[in-house]
T-cell receptor, first 112, second 117 residues
Framework: SQQGEEDPQALSIQEGENATMNCSYK?????LQWYRQNSGRGLVHLIL?????REKHSGRLRVTLDTSKKSSSLLITASRAADTASYFC????????????FGKGTRLSVIA | GAVVSQHPSRVICKSGTSVKIECRSL??????MFWYRQFPKKSLMLMAT?????????EQGVEKDKFLINHASLTLSTLTVTSAHPEDSSFYIC?????????????FGNGTRLTVT
């Protein structure tokens, strides 16, 4: 079953602009993670935010988490053509070595 | 960082044959590995959780006799698609956490593109 719903499904921006992707989920979580996937490849972990955190930064990435609204956002600042990929949020619902439940993803295209 | 290697990256097989996909953790031990399936432009759907030395746990709707999982060592899990049919064509991805590391990011293999003709 899927937990997260990303919004928008697809996003096209110019290089240098900021890209914002949103994720909503349904159940309580231990943490929420964002991953990137280049076409036809595996996923690469970008950032993890725990349920007791509200905001986290990593380089050009900024993630927010609102557990009351069961939503998260990923902001990529000063986008580059190399940021073109699909971005997925994934939730970790319980403590332990449990699988992640992925959202549907946002396909980001950054035009040079 | 932790590396997961998946092989093959692409495979084309005829309907009715079986295909084995390997997933190895190269620099860490993985007691648990997760197998996902992804359709074009879609999300990842969890198929099963592979446990070293014990039976895999399959998600609802996934046929365990069709998708055989073996996790014989702490560094290798295999997924065998038996009697493959065109509808089994998909992108299969394995993932794992480091041994003893819970609620941390997953490390993914690069996936296997299976095409059944």
């Amino acid at each position: 079953s899927q937990q997260g719903e990303e919004d928008p499904q697809a996003l096209s921006i110019q290089e240098g602009e900021n890209a914002t992707m949103n994720c909503s989920y349904k159940t309580s979580i231990n943490n929420l993670q964002w991953y990137r996937q280049n076409s036809g490849r595996g996923l690469v972990h970008l950032i993890l935010i725990r349920s007791n955190e509200r905001e986290k930064h990593s380089g050009r990435l900024r993630v927010t988490l609102d557990t009351s609204k069961k939503s998260s956002s990923l902001l990529i600042t000063a986008s580059r053509a190399a940021d073109t990929a699909s971005y997925f949020c994934a939730t970790d619902r319980r403590s332990g070595n449990t699988p992640l439940v992925f959202g549907k993803g946002t396909r980001l295209s950054v035009i040079a | 960082g932790a590396v997961v290697s998946q092989h093959p990256s692409r495979v084309i097989c005829k309907s009715g044959t079986s295909v084995k996909i390997e997933c190895r953790s190269l620099d860490f031990q993985a007691t648990t590995m997760f197998w996902y399936r992804q359709f074009p432009k879609k999300s990842l759907m969890l198929m099963a959780t592979s446990n070293e030395g014990s039976k895999a746990t399959y998600e609802q709707g996934v046929e365990k006799d069709k998708f055989l999982i073996n996790h014989a060592s702490l560094t290798l899990s295999t997924l065998t698609v038996t009697s493959a049919h065109p509808e089994d064509s998909s992108f299969y991805i394995c993932s794992a956490r480091g041994q003893g590391v819970v609620n941390s990011p997953l490390h993914f293999g690069n996936g296997t593109r299976l095409t059944v003709t």
